[in-house]
Nanobody
Framework: QVQLVESGGGLVQPGGSLRLSCAASGFSLDNYAIGWFRQAPGKEREAVSCIYSSDGKLYYADSVKGRFTISRDNAKNMVYLQMNNLKPEDTGTYYC???????????WGQGTQVTVAS
């Protein structure tokens, strides 16, 4: 049974940092690309970053380039998102998932809330 458990969110001031973690179970990150998505209030969920399993290639949305860093630990089946220089527009619920969630029946974890406010 696939499970994704996100953690590490919180309230942070603009310019601050957070590190999100995602614990995956029920499948091996060795075999899948994995990424982070976010959904702001009233907006659609969007892809933020992704790391590919085959060659380690990275993807970042233009809005987070230079500020966010994705990493993975296949041995622990974990994926991380280091977020620096946070801005109010980064506020939202952050989820980890494979790039095509339909692979796992469109399963989504509970997400972790990030709020950037002064």
């Amino acid at each position: 049974q696939v499970q994704l458990v996100e953690s590490g969110g919180g309230l942070v001031q603009p310019g601050g940092s957070l590190r999100l973690s995602c614990a995956a179970s029920g499948f091996s990150l060795d075999n899948y690309a994995i990424g982070w998505f976010r959904q702001a209030p009233g907006k659609e969920r969007e892809a933020v970053s992704c790391i590919y399993s085959s060659d380690g290639k990275l993807y970042y949305a233009d809005s987070v380039k230079g500020r966010f860093t994705i990493s993975r630990d296949n041995a622990k089946n974990m994926v991380y998102l280091q977020m620096n220089n946070l801005k109010p527009e980064d506020t939202g619920t952050y989820y980890c998932n494979v790039p095509r969630p339909s692979v796992f029946g469109n399963y989504w974890g509970q997400g972790t809330q990030v709020t950037v406010a002064s």
